[in-house]
């Protein structure tokens, strides 16, 4: 019987076993491990709403209710989303001390990650705008000559021009823009915390927020340019032409007095 030669392999079929086995190893790679990171994202989550509503139940439930549903003295929390709750808490307005026209920023009693608890809780209530990313809420490349248009159109009617804060009806104010971080001036324009209107993304889209954000930053650094001089509190021409009536005319008619009065006493003498 004639022995039956042995089959050669083909020079190229090794090359073709490997790639075959590098496939099959990625493809176990896809199907296991993304759902490991998920499952895993899952359970930070479920964590941090869990830990957010222990907060909540202490320093939250009394005025919003056990439930966010609200009460008679406090809101619904049901669908304004994390970035309300970074805002609020995180500037300190919230918890509050005592209700009125209006609540002012005070020193913030909760650490970073408790807010981001408390805000993970609120979130699982209702969809609601996210607290945002940096890259979204960064000036790095914001045209700031733009932002200051869209400040004058947008906020300037209540926060002055150079965002200096002022006086509203029925004991209600805007806000002083100084000091606040480019995140809070961001979910502001996404939440509209309080007296103040909010823009959403299909409103003033994220691009125009930051040129808003860069131009806050610019007219409030302690590098800022002030050619006037005296700032007057930053309230525009009315108030200094104003301060220049009264206290310039009034110190005229001063001195016109002045020297009536002496001229007077002179032709006596």
């Known amino acids: 019987m004639k ?23 990625g493809g176990l790679y896809a199907a296991f491990a993304p759902a490991g990171t998920a499952k895993a994202d899952e ?15 202490v320093g939250c439930a009394s005025c919003h ?14 669908g304004v989303g994390s970035a309300a709750v970074d805002f609020q808490v ?16 005070k020193k913030v009693i909760y650490t970073q990650a408790e807010i981001d608890q408390l805000a993970a809780y609120v979130a699982s209530l209702g969809a609601g705008p996210i607290t945002p990313t940096e890259g979204q809420y960064s000036p790095d490349g914001a045209d700031a000559a733009k932002g200051g248009e869209l400040f004058r159109t947008n906020c300037a009617q209540c926060h002055n021009f150079t965002g200096e804060g002022g006086a509203l009806t029925h004991g209600k104010y805007a806000p002083s823009l100084e000091g606040v971080s480019p995140k809070h001036l961001y979910e502001a324009m996404q939440t509209g915390p309080q007296n103040m209107p ?31 001089g005296l700032k007057l509190g930053g309230l525009g021409p009315v108030s200094e032409g104003l301060f220049a009536w009264i206290f310039g005319l009034g110190a005229l008619i001063a001195v016109a007095i002045w020297v009536a009065a002496h001229t007077a006493k002179a032709k006596k003498s």
């Open 90 to 105: 995180g500037t300190g307005r919230m918890p509050a001390q005592q209700p009125g026209a209006q609540v002012p920023r």
């Open 65 to 78: 209710g056990t439930g966010g549903q609200g009460t008679t003295d406090g809101p619904s929390l049901v």
């Open 3 to 25: 022995k039956l030669s042995a089959r050669r392999r083909h020079p190229l079929a090794a090359v073709v076993v490997l790639l075959l086995a590098l496939a099959a190893t």
């Open 198 to 228: 909010s823009f959403p993304d299909t409103t003033m889209p994220e691009k125009e927020k930051k040129d808003i954000i860069a131009y806050v930053q610019a007219v409030n650094s302690e590098k800022a340019d002030n050619p006037g």
């Open 43 to 57: 359970t930070a989550q479920s964590l941090a709403i869990e830990e957010g509503k222990k907060l909540y139940s």
